[in-house]
């Protein structure tokens, strides 16, 4: 793995690739805790039946940005909502096709890269990303100014990430991952490589430099979660564990609002 800086398009190209080479193994591995029709917003396990971050659903045109197998879209559509979900990866979206194979409505699916949504402004009344699409793609503020278009005023967005301070700490389960290692304002992305080509990347924010851009993009942050290591979760997600999630905050939720 690297620290460098990486562009724009090699991103995408990137992660799209990665995405649609490890969809099979994630769905597999992640499917039973994240449920065919579930909404959680992380490892934590925090789910928008009990947290209700988004509000009252029903009736509404939502968005899901970088909805993977489209879990939390045909949880919202459950509820009652009009739901379109968007992923820069075809295999994820052939595996919400896997999933939708008997049902007499299958969820809607773009494939799509979130910094260009290709909607018209002003259609949706809700937008949501649970860890989709804004870790990783360069341009945050891009995707958040599309989201604010698209978005009608008043509309309400919702999306997680791993917690920024995480970035200081090494992404290990155990107890190395409790001192951290390096500094927390070191942006450079982390960057995989496979045969001297990048193959994926993960960018890195700030608490401060999220707060510039929701607020850039014409949005107003209404709450920040950090949802707290439940009792009895034993499970382990890559870095994600009860050791540390006892200690650090493992995931940041921001709820926003369009002006």
Same mark, same amino acid.
């Given at each position: 793995?690297?620290?460098?800086?990486?562009?724009?398009? =090699? #991103?995408?190209?990137?992660?799209?690739?990665?995405?649609? !080479?490890?969809?099979?193994?994630?769905?597999?591995?992640?499917?039973?805790?994240?449920?065919?029709?579930?909404? $959680? /917003?992380?490892?934590?396990?925090?789910?928008?039946?009990?947290?209700?971050?988004?509000? &009252?659903?029903?009736?509404?045109?939502?968005? =899901?940005?970088?909805?993977?197998? @489209?879990?939390?879209?045909?949880?919202? #559509?459950?509820?009652?909502?009009? +739901?379109?979900?968007?992923?820069?990866?075809?295999?994820?979206?052939?595996?919400?096709?896997?999933?939708?194979?008997?049902?007499?409505? %299958?969820?809607?699916?773009?494939?799509?890269?979130? =910094?260009?949504?290709?909607?018209?402004?002003?259609?949706?009344?809700?937008?949501?990303?649970?860890?989709?699409?804004? %870790?990783?793609?360069?341009?945050?503020?891009?995707?958040?100014?599309?989201?604010?278009?698209?978005?009608? %005023? @008043?509309?309400?967005? +919702?999306?997680?990430?791993?917690?920024?301070?995480?970035?200081?700490?090494?992404?290990?389960? !155990? %107890?190395? @991952?409790?001192?951290?290692?390096?500094?927390?304002?070191?942006?450079?992305?982390? $960057?995989?490589?496979?045969?001297?080509? +990048?193959?994926?990347? &993960?960018?890195?924010?700030?608490? @401060?430099?999220?707060?510039?851009?929701?607020?850039?993009?014409?949005?107003?942050?209404?709450?920040? #979660?950090?949802?707290?290591?439940?009792?009895?979760?034993?499970?382990? /997600?890559?870095? /994600?564990?009860?050791?540390?999630?006892?200690?650090?905050?493992? #995931?940041?939720?921001?709820?926003?609002?369009?002006?």
């Amino acid at each position: 793995m690297y620290r460098t800086e990486v562009s724009r398009t =090699e #991103t995408a190209r990137a992660n799209r690739g990665w995405w649609d !080479g490890a969809a099979d193994e994630y769905q597999a591995e992640h499917g039973a805790f994240l449920r065919d029709d579930g909404f $959680v /917003w992380g490892p934590e396990g925090l789910d928008e039946a009990d947290a209700r971050l988004l509000g &009252e659903v029903r009736g509404r045109r939502v968005l =899901e940005v970088g909805g993977g197998a @489209g879990q939390c879209g045909r949880w919202l #559509t459950g509820q009652g909502a009009q +739901v379109v979900s968007v992923d820069l990866s075809f295999r994820q979206l052939q595996h919400a096709r896997r999933i939708d194979q008997d049902s007499a409505a %299958p969820l809607p699916l773009i494939q799509a890269d979130a =910094e260009y949504l290709p909607f018209l402004a002003e259609t949706f009344d809700l937008a949501c990303s649970a860890y989709g699409a804004l %870790p990783f793609v360069a341009d945050a503020g891009a995707v958040l100014g599309e989201v604010a278009r698209v978005l009608r %005023p @008043g509309g309400r967005f +919702v999306f997680s990430v791993s917690h920024p301070v995480r970035w200081a700490f090494p992404d290990d389960p !155990g %107890p190395a @991952g409790l001192t951290a290692d390096r500094s927390y304002f070191d942006r450079r992305p982390y $960057v995989e490589m496979t045969g001297g080509q +990048v193959s994926y990347v &993960e960018h890195h924010r700030t608490l @401060g430099d999220w707060v510039g851009l929701i607020v850039a993009a014409g949005l107003r942050l209404t709450a920040l #979660t950090e949802p707290e290591w439940p009792a009895g979760h034993d499970g382990i /997600w890559g870095g /994600w564990s009860p050791l540390r999630g006892r200690h650090l905050p493992g #995931t940041a939720v921001f709820s926003c609002v369009r002006a």
